[in-house]
């Protein structure tokens, strides 16, 4: 499944052309597909391994950013994150950098999986509270930690609107109510608190859970620096009783949960542009959490 125009081909022989290479204390464990999502294909190695391949060049970024911080933060964090170990470089079948980690077991948070969504929605808050509260060990946004989900809504309004456009056709959603919605978080105030570290994409997939709790989240492709509103946005992929209790764990005001209910809204809406022909899941996905936006407010 190719996604992006300038994604490089991944398959088991280049994942073994790679490992035979730089790894080859490895090269001949057992090897097989582990997932895929929108910026990385994964391989299970063995019993006890997980490699990462970055679809594009641009996507590597976020390997050496896990690489450097997330030995610094594991240790300040409750449940367990990815350990990584081993760096992977470049090579003339996969030009890009890539990256072996620690297998972590768990399931996706489901109905199946999970037993009370309440406590669920309460144990993430206890870990997004702690992340946010871990000293900045001084990191800034200037040190490759920029994302636009940790700035202004007011810098990603342009192309918001464009794919506020490009939604109009789909006929499953209320386009605009949700530019409404939008419009409203744009009115607010930016947020006037200090920056903190961001995991920045706490979608389900990115959570394991083991006995029905959380046990890990994983894929911090996307860490950042910046203000936490949008941190708190994934939670309309969770049910409302979760979504409740992580807002009152927290005690989220009504500004920051209207500005993140928004970054909810664009990364939404972006998803089903962007995908729309290429990851129907994905696009799936994108439609239950403006769906579940849209119910929401329909009751506020």
Known sequence: MTLHQDEVAIDETVVRSLLR????????????????????????LGD???????RTVDKARSLRT?????PRLAP????????PVHAGTP???Y???WAVYRWIDGHEPTPDTVRDWAAFGGDLATFVRELHGVDLMGATRADGLSWYRGGPLQAWDDPASTYFDDCRADDTLDVATLERLWRTALA???PSGPH??????????NILVQDGKLHAVIDFGALSVGFPDAEHAPVWDLPPQARRAYWDALSLDEATWTRARAWAIAVGVSGVSYYRHTYPAFVAECRARLQAILADAATR
């Open 21 to 44: 290479a730089q790894c080859p204390q490895w090269a001949d464990l057992p090897l097989s597909p582990a997932g895929a999502g929108t910026d990385n294909t994964m391989y299970r």
């Open 188 to 190: 607010l105030p930016e």
């Open 95 to 97: 030009p890009i950098p």
């Open 66 to 70: 896990e690489q450097e911080w997330l």
């Open 48 to 54: 006890d391994l997980l490699l990462r391949l970055p």
């Open 91 to 93: 090579i003339a079948a």
């Open 196 to 205: 903190v570290w961001l995991h920045g994409d706490l979608r389900p997939t």
């Open 76 to 83: 300040l964090l409750g449940c367990s994150v990815p350990r």
